[in-house]
């Protein structure tokens, strides 16, 4: 397999949603708008733009959540997985429980995730309150759990929105440092970010979107050059 | 996501719900006895003790008729609600839908079972003898379990883009409640309206398990196949609509 073997193609991609205005009243409303990319094999893109542009619209494309009205996404073969924090968790039950219904919901074998389950409550850092019922979690204890179910997903294509660290400063650290060992490993990763600095750091090449369009393609050096450009003139 | 992993996933889904539900009460699952207990309790007080209905066996045919029907209109409530309470979920990751409305009647046949074991030990308790004809109770259930989950997979396919659906289908349990048989013996009807009546799958069905636990007579094996045949062409009519509009149950809620 070829390092620079492309495994989803966007072409020319557009989706609508229709809103319901009032009675009987609907409006459309377009995010994306005739969206063209490439994903090769083992590169990590960033999606960069303002609130609003698309971005984590795209990711839900590329994962197959959402499909496009027109335009075609051609995937060759890749296990995609958006990157999804809390998946499935039910207040009620134990962590040990969520982190089993929120694995398999993320399209993990039930086998599989009784395996990771040492590991699960080792990197969580969870321990005894693994069997605990998740309302009695602090959202920092919740955030390290579903965090680390989701990281246990092991695909082709990863798909990160904005998530580079969670819960307190000790776990931020560790999961940030988690997602950039993904990030520079030799998987395919999107990564949608605001900040400008990781992106910079972590990114291959970078799209920028804007009003539901591809604003510019390239390089990292080259988009942010125009995009730090078009913020400070804004 | 695989046939292996959604099979894995409706029936860990179904177990966590049903622990998720007992653990939101002091009782749990004591609540799966009580509360149709207390449902039957309220008709009980009212057609027997107040309005003094009814025949010697109107109080055990009364009661079995409720048993089943509350099975029914729990599973096609929660199913017509399944797909549009995850919403948020199907924002998040891709899964395939028909296991929401699967799950829901999944979970309200489980917390059918004690409650039908609870009526058998009522009709003990009545002074009904045990009968052969109980044994082909299993197939009627069989034949119900078909009907809930074709037509809730039906009613759960089509609510997220028709969500006034709801009221529609809450209403129409209720007429469909009133002319069941749960109150009256269907076979005592004059046709046509009998036959009008049966047109409703649950009216068969009631009269069914009327003559298996009741009546000590053994069901009607064409009546049972034409149900199990109209909940076959139900589900598998919503599973092809729910494969068709797979990805716009995403774009939901915006």
Redesign the interface.
Known sequence: MSKHEILISLQGVSMS???RSGMFKWSK?TPLKNISFDLRRGETVGIIGRNGAGKSSIL?LI?????PDSGIILNYGARVS?L?LG??F????TGR?NA??SG???????NSIVEKMDAIIDFSGLNQFIDQ?LHTYSSGMRARLGFTVAIQVDPDVLLIDEVLGVGDEEFRMKSTAEIRRLIKSDKTVVLVSHNLPTVRELCDRLVWIENGQVCQSGSTAEVLAHYANHASVK | ?QL??SI??IF??AY??L???A??SYLGLLWWVIEPILYLSAFYTLFVLILHRGGPDFVPTFLCSAVVWKWFDSSIKGGSQAISLHRG???????PKYIFPVIAVLGSTVRFIPVFSVFMVFLLLYGMPVQYTWLAALPVIFTQLCLVMGVSMLVGAITPFLPDLKVVIDNSMMLLFFISGVFFNINEIDEPLKSYLLLNPMAGLIDEYRNVMIRGVWPDIARLAIIVLFSIATGGGALLLIKRM???Y??IG?
Do not use: C, T, W
């Open positions: 949603y229709n809103i409303y839900r994962a197959g959540i959402l499909e958006l999804s998946v499935g039910l207040p009620h039950l429980q089993m219904l398999m919901l993320l399209g993990l074998h039930r019922p | 996501m292996r992993n894995e996933l860990y889904k966590a719900e622990r998720a539900e653990a939101r979920l199907l924002q998040q990751v891709y899964v797979d990805h716009r995403g774009k915006f």
